[in-house]
T-cell receptor, first 117, second 114 residues
Framework: EAGVTQFPSHSVIEKGQTVTLRCDPISGHDNLYWYRRVMGKEIKFLLHFVKESKQDESGMPNNRFLAERTGGTYSTLKVQPAELEDSGVYFC???????????????FGPGTRLTVL | DQQVKQNSPSLSVQEGRISILNCDYTNSMFDYFLWYKKYPAEGPTFLISISSIKDKNEDGRFTVFLNKSAKHLSLHIVPSQPGDSAVYFCAASARDNYGQNFVFGPGTRLSVLP
């Protein structure tokens, strides 16, 4: 079974440009999460989708970040316009419905390393 | 304010000995805890978890201990192997209506020396 995949693996852009990150969760996982790790610090929650709906977006830093999950499958995270402080590694994770499966484990993708110059 | 703390940024252990990684949390609503291991250029991978109704969970060489009164958990790896060298993240969550959002600690880099 394929794991969580993310594209691209690396992205280098200039300040003010736009970047779109993509995440493909494990098939059948309703829950999809975006996290960010900046400067080697802790991994911080950004937002959580249940199917196509945003369940919790309390971690989104500002309105330059837009996440979508049309159709409840893959998700995109767009940063527009990018700023220097947006540099970091963006992780996507997915999980089954914990209430029916009993599992709470989140499976992480390899991350997208974003560098804003 | 950091809700999940890992006060040791790094730890070195001799191969074959025990590695003990510590984690403290401040939010008393947390009821589920996990440890993730991360190699360079890879995403975190799940290692072991524990729910707040237990105080110990064991899986092979890995054991997680939870002390709710102290808001402290620890991961024991015994015996430690060079392949265990990685960054270990402690994560915690509080069950909400649907799904769980994890709060991660800053990580501890474990080096197992041959």
């Amino acid at each position: 079974e394929a794991g969580v995949t993310q594209f691209p693996s690396h992205s280098v852009i200039e300040k003010g440009q736009t970047v779109t990150l993509r995440c493909d969760p494990i098939s059948g996982h309703d829950n999809l999460y975006w996290y960010r790790r900046v400067m080697g610090k802790e991994i911080k929650f950004l937002l959580h989708f249940v199917k196509e709906s945003k369940q919790d977006e309390s971690g989104m830093p500002n309105n330059r970040f837009l996440a979508e999950r049309t159709g409840g499958t893959y998700s995109t995270l767009k940063v527009q316009p990018a700023e220097l402080e947006d540099s970091g590694v963006y992780f996507c994770a997915s999980s089954q419905d914990p209430w029916t499966s009993g599992y709470n484990e989140q499976f992480f993708g390899p991350g997208t390393r974003l560098t804003v110059l | 304010d950091q809700q999940v703390k890992q006060n040791s940024p790094s730890l070195s252990v001799q191969e074959g000995r025990i590695s003990i990684l510590n984690c403290d949390y401040t939010n008393s609503m947390f009821d589920y805890f996990l440890w993730y291991k991360k190699y360079p250029a890879e995403g975190p991978t799940f290692l072991i978890s524990i729910s707040s109704i237990k105080d110990k969970n064991e899986d092979g060489r890995f054991t997680v201990f939870l002390n709710k009164s102290a808001k402290h958990l620890s991961l024991h790896i015994v015996p430690s192997q060079p392949g265990d060298s990685a960054v270990y993240f402690c994560a915690a969550s509080a069950r909400d209506n649907y799904g769980q959002n994890f709060v991660f600690g800053p990580g501890t880099r474990l080096s197992v020396l041959p």
